[in-house]
């Protein structure tokens, strides 16, 4: 049994590593193979660290977001630390109208994949996991690739709970007037990619400069 989950491993890594070509992934193949993201973090923030991928860098970053850039697209990242300090559950409907829409799990942690053909070609999707979110644009050749690195993203995830509880007790998150909930905004809307945006416009972060960042 043992060498039987060894095997599958080891085809799951070479099916994402070139084996098969990524453009010819289906979104189903690329889910199932969420296990064999990189576990490893290279990029740390009070409360919670997670690992970039080549290529893809952090760009501006708060308390409980940031945003990496790679040379095609913008990744928007939201992490609800209070909800999962509260270990709060989510529910999930499908959109029957959009162009993927499922829920899914891994390692006994829920999430979902919602993708939303835009104008142009373009693809909006949301992909939440783990009490963490991102949504990204991308054009139709580029999607599977950016799946691929935002599940990397999201899989590595870790959290420090002793620091997530002093930033909770001091009230130091970097909430504005208006406060997202993963679980509530609607990817139609965009809701969280037009926040990031303002946020950064309004602190003029364009550039990273906390010292609590290792890359």
Known sequence: ??????????????????????????????????????????TLRNGYSFYSPKGIYV??????????????????????????????????????????????????????????????????VEIMYNYAKIEVMVDSELLNNALINAISILQSIKYNDNAIKSLLSEDNLDYSEERFDIFESKVENSDILDYFEESRDDNNADVVKDTDYIN
């Open 1 to 42: 049994m043992k060498i039987k989950k060894i095997l599958l491993l080891i085809l799951g890594i070479l099916t994402l590593s070139g084996c098969v070509k990524v453009k010819d992934l289906s979104i189903s193949d690329i889910l199932n193979n969420f296990n064999n993201a990189p576990k490893e973090v290279n």
């Open 59 to 124: 760009i501006s970053a708060g308390s409980n977001y940031a945003i990496l850039a790679s040379e095609s697209q913008k990744y928007y990242l939201y992490i609800d630390l209070i909800s999962y300090d509260a270990k709060s559950p989510f529910t999930f409907t499908k959109d029957t109208t959009a162009y993927f829409s499922d829920s899914f799990k891994y390692d006994n942690k829920d999430g979902y994949l919602q993708i939303k053909l835009q104008e142009n070609n373009q693809y909006l």
